[in-house]
């Protein structure tokens, strides 16, 4: 079996020609799609402060969709500062007039105590700092003033919390105790305000810090891990890699642009045709938006531009949170135009294997992500999953059917799981993967066991896997194996034996019985073992809110099948103990 590694599995020169139709025959070209949301995301905010004059801060973000509402002052300051054929908004009074509007209410707050108490009120900072840079000479000499007094109290604190952690082990979480993201972000800003304001302890501290995030850092593979760096986390992993690009549009720094290109190869490999990050190799979140984050870093390269474009492609102007709103007039202020070149995401099969024990193939409409990825349990953090989970199966018409998103606190929701001793072990001790022309083989290891998850190539139609096991010793108390189905509420869900169930709130427990060897449900259907039970709805932890969730939207199935493991005498190893059987079919 060929084991491809990274930098990635290469391509076939056949397979670039094939383009698959997704949402990417509809892109815009950038920066004219930035352009275009920008204005809609502006005009709803110019609305909103017209029919709420007196509005404070509080209230503006008490509206779903407008936390970090400061975000929303550098859409109109970019576009009335930047100067571009598709930016039909240059040097327009009435943005300039929006942008200043923002910028006197967030200096108000500020005086009056109410701005940097809320959460993460440095990256509001930053979008306020990126204004002033842009509209200084616009301002007057009172309102330059007072902004630049403002901004730069939020800012110096930054200052020795950043030069504490400056020579700590690593730049992860169990050392800095925050994120990376943040510790990035810091420094960018840093970086930045000590440029526009002449504060040069300030910039060398931003230098420093971003310049080992590039240089030390970043795995091999494109990523900084948060807990550690034996994964990403898939998500946050945009925020840090806006910190680093940010840092490179004012410095020049040469040593950033490799880091930027593997960046740029990590998320365009691990995102699914909806835009979506793979959540199989994510830490911290079992589901995250298409990001707006640091698509300008993506922009230094042809591949990159393209991996930009998709992405806006699905944000809708009516949709825009602040959030969005502000990080697409970033890209759109520090966007590098050049040719466009193919992403995986356009191609009718590719597959990428990381250093790392993780994996992606795209075949047809299916891909499949596998990981083996080991760490250790954040005892002491809510933020921090359990890397548990293995399997994904993504179909570019049905979605996400199978997730292996991790969770904390819930072995039911893991792969695998054994009680050895009265304790139960829910995480592999060692793995590894390979990955061939065949099939793609996962093996996981246990302490009584090890199973080899073995997915062949899928057909356009189905993709089928097994799992194999191997006893070791002793077995377990109890074992099993669990897929987490995703399930739609208010659809019906059918199994082999004849039932009907309308997937809602309600508990439903199928035993073999039930399920008769197969389930149906929103346009797939599945193979079982004929042991195989299905429980409903589990919701998964929620990290930000350290308890379960609360919306069926995330709620998942489990369907698990029980590990029979028996000892025989004068045998350790009992090789090919048990086979579990899966196919899943689109319809």
């Known amino acids: 079996m060929r084991n491809h590694r990274s930098p990635g599995y290469p391509f076939r020169a056949t397979a670039v020609a094939l383009l698959a139709a997704t949402s990417l025959a509809g892109a815009e070209r950038l920066p004219a799609g930035y352009f275009r949301l920008m204005e809609a995301g502006s005009a709803k905010v110019e609305e909103r402060l ?99 007094r403002e901004i730069e109290k939020n800012v110096a604190p930054l200052a020795p919390d950043a030069a504490e952690r400056l020579d700590f082990p690593w730049y992860n979480s169990p050392f800095i105790g925050t994120s990376p993201n943040h510790y990035a972000l810091w420094a960018s800003t840093l970086h930045l305000a000590g440029s526009v304001f002449g504060n040069k302890e300030w910039e060398r501290l931003g230098e420093t810090v971003i310049r080992r995030f590039a240089t030390v850092e970043q795995s091999a593979d494109g990523y900084w891990g948060e807990h550690n760096n034996s994964g990403p986390t898939t998500g946050y992993n945009h925020l840090t890699l806006t910190g680093v690009a940010l840092y490179w549009e004012h410095s020049k720094d040469p040593v950033v642009l490799p880091a930027l290109r593997r960046a740029t190869d990590f998320h365009k490999y691990y995102t699914y045709p909806d835009g979506t990050p793979v959540e199989v190799i994510n830490d911290r979140n079992r589901h995250w938006g298409v990001s707006a984050w640091g ?29 969005t709103l502000g ?41 499949v992500c596998l990981s083996g990825l080991i760490s250790t349990q954040a005892v002491t953090s809510q933020f921090y999953l359990d890397r548990q989970g293995s399997l994904s199966i993504f179909h ?29 072990f829910h995480m592999p001790i060692s793995s590894r993967l390979q990955m061939g022309e065949e099939y793609d083989r996962l093996s996981l290891a246990f302490n009584t066991f090890f199973g080899d998850l073995k997915v062949s190539r899928p057909s356009p139609e ?59 449900h929103h346009g797939w259907t599945l193979r079982v073992d004929p042991t195989a039970r299905l429980i409903w709805p589990v919701y998964p932890h929620n990290p930000y809110a350290n308890a379960p969730e609360t919306s069926l939207e995330y709620a998942v199935s489990a369907l698990s099948v029980p590990l029979r493991q028996k000892a025989q005498p004068g045998k350790h190893i009992r090789s090919n103990e048990q086979e579990i059987s899966f196919v899943l079919q689109a319809h």
């Not at 992405?311 to 102007?317: A, G, W």
């Not at 991790?406 to 929701?413: A, G, M, T």
């Open 50 to 148: 017209n029919a709420e004059p007196g509005a404070d801060l509080q209230a503006l973000e008490s509206r779903p969709g407008w936390r970090h509402f400061p975000y929303a002052i550098l859409a109109p300051a970019v576009l009335y500062a930047k100067k571009h054929p598709d930016n039909h908004r240059f040097h327009d009074d009435r943005m300039l007039a929006l942008a200043i509007r923002i910028g006197d209410l967030l200096a108000s707050e500020n005086e009056k105590g109410r701005y940097t108490p809320r959460l993460d009120s440095d990256w509001d900072t930053y979008m306020w700092l990126e204004t002033y840079r842009l509209l200084e000479r616009e301002l007057g000499e009172e309102r330059s003033a007072r902004w630049k």
């Open 295 to 323: 698509q300008f870093a993506f922009s230094h390269f042809a591949d990159g531009r393209r991996y930009a474009e998709f992405l806006t492609s699905h944000f809708k102007p009516g949709d825009l949170t602040m959030d």
């Open 327 to 367: 990080r697409l007039s970033q890209d759109a202020l520090y966007y590098h135009e050049g040719r466009a070149e193919p992403i995986p995401q356009e191609l009718s099969q590719y597959a990428h294997q990381m250093s790392v024990p993780a994996g992606i193939r795209k075949t047809g409409p299916w891909v």
């Open 396 to 424: 570019e018409k049905l979605g996400l059917i199978v997730t292996g998103a991790n969770s904390k606190r819930q072995p039911e929701l893991a792969t695998f799981s054994e009680s050895v001793q009265g304790q139960i």
């Open 462 to 520: 189905q993709v089928a896997f097994r799992v194999v096991i191997t006893g070791k010793g002793r077995p377990a108390e109890e074992a099993q194996l669990t897929l987490q189905l995703c399930l739609k509420a208010g659809e019906t869900l059918e199994t082999g034996a004849g039932k009907k169930i309308a997937v809602g709130t309600e508990r439903v427990t199928l035993g073999p019985e039930d399920l008769g060897g197969w389930i149906r």
